[in-house]
């Protein structure tokens, strides 16, 4: 098993900065990709990026692209979003995932992990 801790959300104005964070434990070293998806009120759960834990590929939805950036730290076993520019539309609450299967899959349905999720709100 895998448990995800998120942090770091919180209110911040349009055109502002926020960083997530996602510690994994438990059999984390099992872990191939961990993720972000958001679900904004009313909305189905998006993809928002992925990152592999083992050579550091990253993949990111375009509507984030150029604005966010996924890393991780393996030896905390830690994966970050930092958020830049953020948009009323970035409004929503962040997961984390992480997946052992053994594929770049960016499906939310791949994933065999979730933390609970932290609220992000972004005030116009």
């Known amino acids: 098993q895998v448990q995800l801790v998120e942090s770091g959300g919180g209110l911040v104005q349009t055109g502002g900065s926020l960083s997530l964070s996602c510690a994994a434990s438990?059999?984390?070293?099992?872990?191939?990709?961990m993720g972000w998806f958001r679900q904004a009120p009313g909305k189905e759960r998006e993809f928002v990026a992925l990152i592999g834990r083992r050579h550091g590929a990253t993949f990111y939805a375009d509507s984030v692209k150029g604005r966010f950036t996924i890393s991780n730290d393996n030896a905390k076993n830690t994966v970050y979003l930092q958020m830049n520019v953020l948009q009323h539309g970035d409004t929503a609450v962040y997961y984390c995932a992480a997946d052992v299967g053994g594929t770049y899959s960016l499906a939310a349905n791949a994933m065999d992990y979730w933390g609970k999720g932290t609220r992000v709100t972004v005030s116009s």
């Open positions: 438990g059999r984390a070293f099992s872990i191939f990709t």
